[in-house]
């Protein structure tokens, strides 16, 4: 599914991500872990392709074409999907026209059918049921005025509704409380297939509880420092990063 | 990548006028300068009343006295009046004109260019359509219509000369005359308009609309619209805006004056996209607008709202004036700034009746070189018992060369006043942008999402058929414009 080679990114002319390699199968999870400020956040933008980060060298492939020089709308298209760690908000922008034009657009892109308002509302309350969304949040502005969680909650929302290849879910455990964690957990097993991949970035080993990943990788300093299964979390939560600096 | 985008933005930004184009008809043109001979020349042409050449007479001798405002933030070069044509009409006699069949084809086939079919725009969307064509008005629809209950909407000629005496009692009563250097220039050789007269308890039952576009080379376009809503009555306006492209700017200076009597409503909506002048700051129309409404009755109410994206330089300030107690001002605004335009906009709410309150939501948009400022006066006189404003006024900046400003005014000499004034400046947001794009959207597309998201409390003023015309219109203007 993913191949990452040898991979340099710097943002603002410094060096964030220095010589990252990671293989990630179809219908595989994977979680990566490490400190604050590892570049955890660095690895899943530059994934979706994100201005300004830029690559200074080594490849990224997607089902084995590249994504180096793919614009963020064109991954998105070939089935790349970021959750974010801080959703941004569209002020006036309705949350469900948004959706539905996101996910229009994708199907535009493929040459796959668009839906009309209503066969759309039908497919995201569905979804919504799985999340115990209220609908009114479809009525309101893209994330706007939403708490920490719903925002989370409207990420993984997109998620089940985009249908992506390959998920990367970035902090998305970050600021919740368990409840909530509960849900969305639920939401990402939910997409859990043989044929999609999904990428858990976060700091705690508490979301792997929930979600329980396939592999477990430390990244510290722009590097992964080590890789196994996920005893390797449980690992990390008894002795804490500082072992493997 | 960033480079890539910019270039993206610079593409979009080059986006050709869509309207450009220029009618070949014969013109009947008075050549350029301004003096009595001129102001009589029109009132002449018009077989207007002796009461009307001496209200001009009096403009023109008041405005030589004049000179232009120089407080707008503005950079202005110097306008010289005797180089422009006060009056163009087209050719042959306008006044015989009975029905859309009399109207010349190229005149028609300029307003299909426009996006206004006369025959089915008007039918489809029961608006009524009052073409002004340069100087003369040419063609109004749906008048047997609205004549069944006693709705006036004619030209302004054709007002002086049928309604004189509505004429009279209402024309420069909300602007007078003497009232500000390009307001007395339009009462002195304002050449055409509209007129509107709502009777007592009428609901309008069109929304009442005219296009007015400017034609012709070197002159100005000078008109006059009124609307009197009689007590109980209502009505909702539009007008909408283009022009051709010239290297040269044009003047327009409009005088647009509102009267809202005893319980009477007015909804007055604009859509500008005079001709902005080109990516250089080349050419363009200077907007020069006066309007004002008065609310004269109790429980009266006038609301503007205004779309701005077109002319090189925009000076207007929709005002009410709310003397009827309980009577209510309201100023929706939207003022799109590219290149090099440059837009002073804003509005005066000024509270004299009890109980009156005002809403102020003004969104200013700059891209490019753009400069875009707010300015709006609230005052509360000393009867004005409980007056409440609310004011708002958001920017949002789109490149780094432009610029957004406010400057609000208060005058409160009421204690019971209250006047809320929040102001926002923002930038479109880079995180904004890669959000919609991760999600599968162009860049073009999250762009004019988050523009019309932005302005989304203003076009949800405008009346449903214009609310989605603003937001087409919102998207040539604007796709990918940041940087």
Known sequence: MLEIKNVNVSVNQQAILRGIDLSIGKGEVHAIMGPNGSGKSTLANVLAGKPDYTLDSGEILFEGATLNELEPEQRAVLGLFLG???????????NLYFLRSAYNSLQKARAASELD??????????????LDMSEKYLKRGVNEGFSGGEKKRNEILQMLVLE?????????DSGLDIDALQVIAKGVNLMRAPERSIILV???????NYIEPDYVHVLINGKIVKSGGKELALELEEKGYGWLA | MMKKQNQVIEDAINLKYKHGFVTDIDSDILPPGLNEEVVRFISQKKNEPEFMLEWRLKAYRHWLTMTEVSWAHLKIEPIDYQKISYYAAPKGDANALKSLDDVDPKLLETYEKLGIPLHERARLAGVAVDAVFDSVSVATTFKDKLHKVGVIFCSISEAIQKY????????GSVVPYKDNFFATLNSAVFSDGSFVYIPKGVRCPLELSTYFRINAANTGQFERTLIIADEGSYVSYLEGCTA????????????????ALKDAKIKYSTVQNWYPGDENGQGGIYNFVTKRGACRGDHSKISWTQIETGSAITWKYPSVILQGDNSVGEFYSVALTNHYQQADTGTKMIHLGK???????SKGIAAGHGQNSYRGLVKVGPAAENARNYSQC????????????????????????????????????????????????????????IVNGFCKQVFKELPMEFAVEAQKLMEVSLEGAVG
């Open chain 1, 84 to 94: 974010f760690q801080y959703p941004v908000e569209i002020p006036g922008v309705n």
């Open chain 1, 117 to 130: 308002a209503l066969d759309f509302i039908q497919l995201v309350k569905e979804k919504m049921k799985t």
């Open chain 1, 164 to 172: 992506p290849k390959l998920a990367v879910l970035d902090e998305t």
């Open chain 1, 202 to 208: 976060t700091h705690y080993q508490r979301l792997l």
């Open chain 2, 164 to 171: 004189p005496d509505l004429i009279q009692q209402y024309l």
């Open chain 2, 244 to 259: 051709p492209m010239r290297d040269q700017n044009q003047l327009h200076a409009a005088v647009v004056e509102l009267v």
């Open chain 2, 355 to 361: 109980n009156t309150s005002s809403t102020i939501i």
């Open chain 2, 394 to 449: 958001d920017s949002l900046l789109l490149s780094d060369s432009c610029g957004a400003h406010t400057f609000p005014y208060l005058e409160v000499k009421n204690n019971s006043a209250q006047v809320e004034h929040e102001a926002t400046t923002s930038k479109i947001g880079d995180e904004q942008l890669f959000y919609c794009r991760s999600r599968g959207l162009t860049e073009e597309d999250a762009v004019s999402m």
